[in-house]
């Protein structure tokens, strides 16, 4: 695979100490939906997708793991919660 065919996302390195340009080496997207609990009348569902994303800095090449969740009831549609880990 070509380097120049990824995608490029600039997130924080861990190793640069900033914001850098980081090639996406692989993206998997997990996503689902169930009943919201306490509601009896099965009205309201909660959905919910995972993004499993690889990057790799195009300054020092560091590796980094990044797991973004986006959660949604329809109780409040246009509220997503997103929670950012980068480790
Ligand atoms: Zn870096």
Redesign the pocket.
């Known amino acids: 695979m070509k380097e120049n065919n990824l995608k490029i996302q600039k997130v924080h390195?861990n190793?640069?100490l900033q914001e850098?340009k980081h090639f996406i080496i692989a993206e998997r997207i997990s996503s689902g939906c169930q009943p919201a609990n306490n509601d009896p009348h099965c009205e309201y569902e909660i959905s919910w997708s995972t993004i499993y994303k690889m990057l790799e800095?195009c300054?020092?090449e560091?590796i980094t793991m990044q797991l973004s969740l986006f959660r949604r009831t329809d109780l409040s549609p246009r509220k997503f919660l997103i929670f950012n880990s980068l480790s």
């Open positions: 390195c190793k640069c850098t800095c300054g020092c560091n």
